[in-house]
Structures are given as structure tokens and as C-alpha cells.
């Protein structure tokens, strides 16, 4: 395999870890993957996705390499505007610029979509970019995934894909005032998601969260979404599933398994 496949197939594979298909592609039938559109809400308002395609008008075709990690470490848009944390920069920040490159390579490989983007529907006190720059200059530190020494490499990936690549906590941690993100809670689950859907706890507390569940019931549920009890998730999760865990190698789903299972019980009851 080139050089060049080689890396598009990598920047594919880190993609489906970034959830971006996902959120990034408009939720009906035959929309066009990648194209933006999608509606998510939020206690705040409705924000909607941008198109990542490769066009040059209306999505990602002009960005150079330093345009691009800068959205995804700074939460910075070419041209210096700052994005509103809808768009995780704060779990992206941690991804390394190689495997950051990697993903615009494929970007940059698939067919360029002119679609023109929606704006978002933010109540007045939001209304400007203004708000996110305070935001960010309050709540939001740039910095890489450091791995830690102490622990071993499974579950340094598990990390770093829990908390940069999969963002998980963007909507299993529970939210304070402005959106904050409540670090002592992480993981705990978010009663507020949006859509008046709860999100659940998937922290070691055996009774309010995953703590009963074993490695492999970790793993299998990212693969297929089966809970141990042979029932299937659906909402939010299933979309998850679907466009991201299921498309990670075992070894992959094994590390998040792995990283979560480390984490201290929570008891947030949802």
C-alpha cells in the first residue's frame, strides 16, 4: 500500500473513532455522510454541524494542515472566529498532529459536497462568537494527551481514546453552569442531554453504573450494543455503535474497556 493509502486508511479508521460521521451527517434518510446539517440540541440551543467535505466553498477545501489542527486544539476557524463547544475541541485537543493529519488526509480524499452551512439557533446572549471566545478564555486549557507512565499501554489508549478521540465524557459527564464540564463527575452520566434523553453512568458503581460488568461485556456492547441483560441500547448510543465502536479493532474497544473500568465509582443518580 502507498504511502498516501496508507495514511487516508488510517485518517478512516481515526475518523470513525472521532464519532464524526455521526454528528457531522444530517439525520434523515440518504444524507450525504460528512455534508454537516445535523441538529444538535442543547440546553443552550440548537447548533448545527458543518460540512468537512473537501469543497472549497462551502467546507474544508481550502484549510491547510495548520488550519486544521487548529480547529481541532484551539477551537479556531481560519479565520480566527471561535467555535462554540458543541464542536468538542475540548476532548480534541489531545490528539496528536500526526493522527490529526491523518484524518484530513481521508477528508481531504473523499468527494467534495457543496452544501452551505446552517446557522445555529442560539438565544441573544449567544448570538456572537464573542461568547464562546469568554467561554473559552474561562473553562478551556489546549494541551496533548500525555500518557502516564504508571499505567500500561492498553490502558494509555483506552485513555486517550476515551478522552480526546471518543469524547466520551461531552455527554456522559454530568454539566454545570455554562456547560461546564464537572471533572469530579466524569463519567457519571448527564440527565440534561437534550432531546429528553438521560445519559447513563458508566463509571465502576455497581449500582448506578458499569461496575458489575466485566471487560468483555464492555467490549461486546461497544462491538454490538448488547447490555450483559441481552437487550440492545437505541437513542443517541445506537448511532454511536453503529458509525464508531463497532468500526474500532477488538484490541481498541478492549483499551477503552480497560481505562473505564479504572475509573473511581460515581453515584449520580439520572
Not at 442543547?42 to 447548533?47: L, Y
Not at 496533548?144 to 461531552?170: I, K, M
Request: proline residues 5%; charged residues 25%.
Amino acid at each position: 500500500m502507498a504511502a498516501d493509502e496508507s495514511l487516508v486508511a488510517k485518517g478512516e479508521y481515526l475518523l470513525h473513532a472521532g464519532g464524526c460521521i455521526t454528528c457531522h451527517t444530517k439525520d434523515e434518510e440518504d444524507a450525504i455522510p460528512l455534508a454537516g446539517g445535523r441538529a444538535l440540541e442543547s440546553p443552550f440551543g440548537t447548533f448545527y454541524s458543518p460540512n468537512i467535505t473537501p469543497d472549497v466553498d462551502t467546507g474544508i477545501g481550502g484549510w491547510s494542515d495548520d488550519d486544521f489542527t487548529t480547529a481541532l486544539w484551539e477551537g479556531l476557524n481560519p479565520q480566527g472566529d471561535h467555535y462554540f463547544p458543541a464542536f468538542p475541541f475540548t476532548a480534541y485537543t489531545g490528539i496528536s498532529r500526526d493522527d490529526a493529519l491523518a484524518i484530513k488526509a481521508y477528508l481531504f480524499s473523499i468527494d467534495a459536497v457543496s452544501r452551505t452551512n446552517l446557522e445555529h439557533d442560539l438565544p441573544f446572549y449567544m448570538s456572537t462568537r464573542l461568547a464562546a471566545g469568554a467561554w473559552k478564555l474561562r473553562y478551556f486549557d489546549a494541551g496533548r494527551f500525555t500518557p502516564d507512565t504508571e499505567q500500561s499501554d492498553q490502558w494509555n489508549r483506552g485513555a486517550y481514546l476515551v478522552r480526546h478521540f471518543g469524547h466520551c465524557g461531552e455527554c456522559h459527564t454530568p454539566r454545570g453552569r455554562l456547560g461546564v464540564l464537572l471533572e469530579d463527575e466524569e463519567l457519571a452520566g448527564n440527565p440534561e442531554f437534550g432531546d429528553d434523553e438521560t445519559v447513563p453512568n458508566i463509571t465502576a458503581d455497581k449500582k448506578h453504573g458499569i461496575g458489575r460488568w466485566s471487560l468483555s461485556d464492555i467490549e461486546y456492547f461497544l462491538d454490538i450494543g448488547m447490555l450483559p441483560d441481552g437487550d440492545f441500547t437505541g437513542g443517541a448510543m445506537g448511532a454511536v455503535i453503529e458509525d464508531n465502536t463497532s468500526q474500532l479493532t477488538r484490541e481498541d474497544r478492549l483499551a477503552i474497556a480497560t481505562y473505564i473500568k479504572s475509573l473511581p465509582a460515581k453515584q449520580i443518580v439520572l
